[in-house]
């Protein structure tokens, strides 16, 4: 096994007073060689958006598009005709394909919103674009990976078009668990969303991330009450 940490200090990051952004890859403004992408994992935002306000209808193309609320609302609506709102527990997917115009608002007026925003690169360029999300249970992430997003539509969870897997646990003080690679060519990118865990002897804290590589299995200890989302992807 192969690891690499990058602590939650040495994201990007960015206040706009309306947003407060972090960047685990190079965006916008931030750009650091070294942190191009992961695989196909391009970017990794953690943002918090202001009540009210959001991002104006803006194009993408060629991307898929995740986004995983963490606390608050966020509201969607795209050139297709969607128009929908995802909560904390809820996941939505974009495939942007040929091109796709949309916006996200903070649905509530009166407090902030955190979200976390992924894109990975597809497998296949200029797919017809579509939009979906889907609402999961709490109980069934408990000490346990839930898959939000995989593949393909036979997969669990949502899906896009790369062979990618995306997911998520709640796991208990003093509560192990283990992951199973999909592929064992791929790579695990793996982000705390909160609490303290160890992995492979490695302490990760609130919104630190390690990258993983050569290896089937990956075994995480909680040292706290944490969250946990892992990303697989494939690295070529």
Wanted: net charge negative.
């Amino acid at each position: 096994m192969k690891t690499k940490i990058f602590r939650s200090e040495e994201r990007g990051h960015a206040n706009h007073g309306w947003l407060k952004t972090y960047h685990s890859f190079s965006f916008a403004s931030w750009y650091n060689p070294e942190r191009m992408h992961f695989g196909k994992l391009r970017v990794m935002n953690d943002d918090e958006i202001a009540g009210g306000t959001g991002f104006g209808t803006h194009p993408h193309e060629n991307m898929e598009i995740i986004t995983i609320p963490i606390e608050g609302a966020l509201e969607h609506k795209d050139s297709m005709g969607n128009h929908g709102v995802i909560s904390a527990g809820e996941v939505q997917i974009m495939s942007a394909g040929t091109g796709i115009e949309h916006s996200e608002y903070n649905h509530n007026k009166d407090q902030s919103g955190k979200f976390l925003q992924l894109w990975i690169f597809p497998e296949k360029d200029d797919v017809e674009p579509r939009y979906d999300q889907k609402k999961f249970d709490i109980n069934d992430m408990q000490n346990r990976f839930l898959q939000l997003v995989g593949p393909g539509p036979a997969d669990e969870g949502l899906w896009i078009y790369q062979q990618a897997y995306i997911s998520i646990t709640n796991l208990n003080q003093g509560r192990k668990v283990s992951y199973t690679m999909k592929n064992h060519k791929n790579g695990v990118f793996l982000f705390l969303i909160e609490g303290s865990v160890e992995i492979n002897h490695q302490d990760l804290k609130r919104r630190d991330a390690i990258e993983i590589t050569e290896t089937d299995k990956i075994e995480i200890s909680a040292k706290q009450e944490s969250r946990i989302l892992l990303i697989e992807v494939p690295l070529h």
